[in-house]
């Protein structure tokens, strides 16, 4: 199994831009599909993106695409989320996620792996 652990969160200005990171150890990481949620207080866990085991093919919420791109490198056990033109209503707890599932994933109860999130603040 893999053990997800994402780091990059911080406090960033509106229209300014993170990329979090997710290294995973413990497992074959090129085995996973893997994805981004997100999570403000109150809130259910929001999907945001997520990305083939091979990392050709991506896919996007509606608030997010155009604005964030999720990428991989298998070598490095790590996926990424570059996110950029950030919104205050992009604040949240950022999780990364893996599934043992092949194609992309959307549904958070799909995953079988999470990290312990990262908190991304986007002041206005």
């Known amino acids: 199994q893999v053990q997800p652990v994402e780091s990059g969160g911080g406090l960033v200005q509106a229209g300014g831009s993170l990329r979090l990171s997710c290294a995973a150890s413990?497992?074959?990481?090129?085995?996973?599909?893997m994805g981004w949620f997100r999570q403000v207080p109150g809130k259910e866990r929001e999907f945001v993106a997520t990305?083939?085991?091979?990392?050709?093919?991506?896919y996007y919420s509606d608030a997010v695409k155009g604005r964030f791109t999720i990428s991989r490198d298998n070598a490095k056990n790590t996926v990424y989320l570059q996110m950029n033109s950030l919104k205050p209503e992009d604040t949240a707890v950022y999780y990364c996620?893996?599934?043992?599932?092949?194609?992309?994933?959307?549904?958070?109860?799909?995953?079988?792996?999470w990290g312990q999130g990262t908190q991304v603040t986007v002041s206005s």
């Open positions: 996620a893996a599934a043992r599932l092949g194609g992309l994933v959307v549904r958070a109860n799909h995953y079988d792996y």
């Open positions: 990305i083939s085991i091979s990392g050709t093919s991506t």
């Open positions: 413990g497992g074959t990481f090129s085995n996973y599909v």
